[in-house]
């Protein structure tokens, strides 16, 4: 079964700096890896994903990330954050043939002014 | 936009209740899962379907049934709500696997107390 680490629970980063959140998973075979955001209060919300193909992957908000296979990773980034990008972030991992995905535990992103 | 709504955003409870929590999504999707969100934990999957009248296990459906009766319409029943099920409960829906259309689409979720 595939699983889902994210190693940092907390990230403080100051407006306008670059940010980048972990991701490491474990599956045997192709992953199809996603990345979502929940604002406080609110669902997710994807921001990318991959399935195949160019290894970086743009998504919405201006977010990025790069699957690695050789590191079993798929990190996100920005390189500037705004204040509006302060919220929680979720890897999750799912397989070919089937219709569940695994979340990770999540990182919480804080912007200080 | 694919619009997944949940019956309540707040929800209180006594303990021994029986629960129901509604979901709907107006995208025809095929498959429509329940999550419960706990700090720490990230999202564990409580129960899937993925046909009218079809459902099966996620990770922890100890406490929980859930129904299916029309595609839209997904409900998570807590039978007898207990202390522990104090937590927010998120809808799912997607149109395929996960390999092919499998992002899944969220309500705002159901943030549930039982007392």
């Known amino acids: 079964a595939q699983s889902v680490t994210q190693p940092d629970i907390h990230i403080t980063v100051s407006e306008g700096a670059s940010l980048e959140l972990r991701c490491n998973y474990s599956y045997g075979a192709t992953p199809y890896l996603f990345w979502y955001v929940q604002s406080p209060g609110q669902g997710l919300q994807l921001l990318l994903k991959?399935?195949?193909?160019?290894?970086l992957v743009q998504g919405i908000k201006g977010f990025e990330a790069e699957f690695k296979r050789s590191q079993s990773s798929f990190n996100l980034r920005k390189p500037s954050v705004h204040w509006s990008d302060a919220a929680e972030y979720f890897c999750a991992v799912g397989a070919q043939n089937d219709y569940k995905l695994s979340f990770g535990a999540g990182t919480t992103v804080t912007v200080r002014a | 936009d694919v619009k997944v709504t949940q019956s309540s955003r707040y929800l209180v409870k006594r303990t021994g209740e029986k629960v129901f929590l509604e979901c709907v999504q107006d995208m025809d999707h095929e498959n429509m899962f329940w999550y419960r969100q706990d700090p720490g934990l990230g999202l564990r999957l409580i129960y899937f379907s993925y046909d009218v009248k079809m459902k099966e296990k996620g990770d922890i459906p100890e406490g929980y049934s859930v129904s299916r009766e029309k595609k839209e319409r997904f409900s998570l029943i807590l039978e007898s709500a207990s202390t522990n099920q104090t937590s927010m409960y998120l809808c799912?829906?997607?149109?395929?696997?996960?390999?092919?259309?499998?992002?899944?689409?969220f309500g705002p979720g159901t943030r549930l107390t039982v007392l």
């Open positions: 991959y399935f195949s193909g160019d290894t």
């Open positions: 799912a829906s997607s149109p395929g696997l996960a390999g092919t259309w499998g992002e899944q689409f």
